[in-house]
């Protein structure tokens, strides 16, 4: 019959003395004869009810317990398999403790083993040893102190869960952590990709010095180069195409792969369009921020007024300050006026003064402010009459003339949120040159009209060929507002001919002796010609003559 390994025998101790420590103290022990781990421990409440809690342990004897001290404390020095030290770290997502035991002066103590490698007592390269593992257990680390084991216990499955996490957001902070243990010299940042994944950025927070060797040296590698440097650009490279040097952290990810590098200054910075009359000024408009990047060649910006009122973008040559060479886009997001009174437009007079009416020779400057810094970056944006601010220019004049409206009735109206078609345009426009132009006269060859008469009138109206000096006069309103319409005055239009295009329709009306009320079909010929006025404020039923 085989004897028992003396250290079976050892272990076999050990296990007695931990199962009737956790009898004591009421914790559901299970036997769990798995690899490396020889029980799994739920911890009661003080009413003998099953929680959540729950532990593993390794369990291990010695009749020779060593001890070490190191600095001003003493720690108990165990062996243990490099694997298996491995596997606790890496496999098991459930808190594991060692626990070694002094079977001889029956005292035991314990170490929880996925936090160990934060402790520094690891080697440098302990992954790569074939031998044991050293372990320094505390000695303070007493199985007796049942109090400071299970407030151990409690931390070490917060732990745990933090590394483990059930929520993206709780991972994202594990994560981060670990980042900046390796290298605290970077902030992490972090991001959805196009595909919703989130990936970490690193931005330095003091001055770094980092070597960069680019690997295979061609054409689309010379490409990357030139986009990283000379133009600041974000680029992506391939898991080992870029060698970082400096810090560990960076290495580790280049190693990785693939990854993006964005090597340029990046700063804040507060923007102005100044308008330009020769050295006048005769505009300006501030309050934009935003970003300013730039690389050994090239520069590029974007900016946003009120919340995205307003966005500008530009991109150009350092060393070129011609305007040709540069590449700009402005917009208005008219939106953000949407509910508004029309005369308290945030920042429409400033937006208006810059890229409003202009006259021949002015021009528009871009200044940009880097923040905490006096110098200011002058771009010149060139004459009005180029692609950036064309559609703009055209909204602003739509605007200002609603204005002008407004102010000439009376009225702070709020436009209509759906936006305006173009027949409101028309109408706006039309309204606007009657109110500030005087009458109007235009041809009326395509006018239709339809409009009821009393039958009374019938017979003045079947008899002419043509109807000359016909006029009549009707409220003028404004239909794009929220609400109720909103009153201009009366707007009397006088024909000089108009011709009756249902004359023999009205006849057989006459005939028949119906003459309640007719309808009117007028058409304009070859010459006929329209006048149009409004008086402001006016009101009347629509009547005919």
Not at 358 to 366: M, R
Not at 418 to 432: A, F, P, S, W
Not at 496 to 518: H, I, M, P, V
């Amino acid at each position: 019959m085989a004897n028992k390994p003396q250290q079976h025998k050892i272990d076999d101790k050990a296990k007695v003395f931990l199962h009737k420590l956790f009898d004591d103290i009421s914790w559901n022990v299970e036997l769990r004869p798995d690899y490396g781990i020889d029980y799994r421990v739920q911890i009661l409440d003080k009413d003998n009810n099953i929680t959540s809690k729950v532990f593993l342990v390794q369990s291990k004897g010695t009749e020779h317990l060593k001890i070490l001290k190191k600095g001003n404390q003493d720690f108990v020095t165990f062996p243990l398999s490099r694997q298996r030290l491995e596997d606790y770290l890496n496999v098991y997502r459930e808190p594991v403790f060692l626990c070694v035991v002094d079977t001889v002066h029956e005292i035991g103590y314990w170490l929880f083993l996925q936090e160990y490698p934060e402790t520094g007592f690891l080697p440098e390269k302990w992954i790569e040893n074939t031998s044991d593992v050293t372990v320094y257990i505390p000695v303070a680390n007493k199985l007796s102190d049942t109090s400071a084991l299970l407030l151990a216990v409690d931390k070490a499955i917060h732990y745990m869960n933090e590394k483990y996490p059930g929520s993206p957001d709780a991972a994202i902070r594990r994560v981060t952590e670990e980042y900046k243990k390796i290298d605290p010299r970077f902030e992490v940042k972090w991001q959805q990709d196009e595909a919703g994944k989130m990936c970490p950025s690193f931005r330095p927070n003091q001055n770094v010095s980092l070597s960069f060797t680019f690997k295979a040296d061609t054409d689309e590698r010379r490409k990357k180069v030139a986009d990283l440097i000379d133009r600041g650009l974000r680029v992506q490279f391939a898991k080992d195409e870029v060698d970082i040097q400096g810090s560990e952290l960076l290495a580790q990810d280049a190693k990785r792969g693939p990854l993006e590098i964005q090597w340029a200054s990046n700063e804040k910075v507060s923007l102005s369009f100044v308008r330009y009359d020769g050295e006048r000024i005769c505009g300006r408009l501030d309050g934009f921020t935003g970003t300013l990047t730039t690389g050994r060649k090239q520069y590029r910006f974007e900016a946003i007024l009120a919340e995205g009122l307003m966005r500008v973008s530009g991109i150009g040559d350092i060393r070129n300050a011609v305007p040709t060479e540069h590449k700009y886009t402005i917009g208005i997001d008219l939106e953000k006026w949407s509910g508004v009174p029309i005369n308290n437009l945030l920042y429409f007079q400033q937006i208006h003064a810059v890229f409003g009416l202009w006259e021949k020779g002015q021009t528009i400057k871009i200044e940009i402010h880097p923040n905490n810094q006096p110098d200011v970056i002058e771009l010149i944006l060139g004459c009005l009459d180029n692609e950036y601010v064309t559609d703009v220019k055209w909204w602003l004049s739509i605007l200002k003339k609603i204005q002008e409206i407004a102010q000439k009735v009376g009225k702070n109206f709020i436009l209509r949120q759906k936006g305006l078609m173009q027949k409101d345009i028309e109408n706006i426009e039309r309204i606007h040159a009657l109110l500030f132009g005087g009458a109007k006269i235009a041809s009326a060859e395509k006018w239709n009209l339809k409009m009821s008469i009393v039958g009374d009138n019938i017979e003045k109206f079947v008899e002419p060929n043509l109807l000359n000096n016909f006029n009549f006069t009707a409220n003028e309103i404004l239909l794009c507002v929220e609400g109720d319409p909103v009153l201009i005055g009366t707007c009397t239009r006088l024909f000089n001919f108009l011709k009756l295009n249902n004359r023999d329709e009205l006849r057989k009306q006459l005939n028949t002796g119906q003459r309640e009320s007719a309808n009117l079909v007028l058409g304009g010929i070859a010459g006929s010609m329209v006048t149009e006025s409004i008086a402001l404020g006016e009101s009347v039923a629509p009547k005919s003559h």
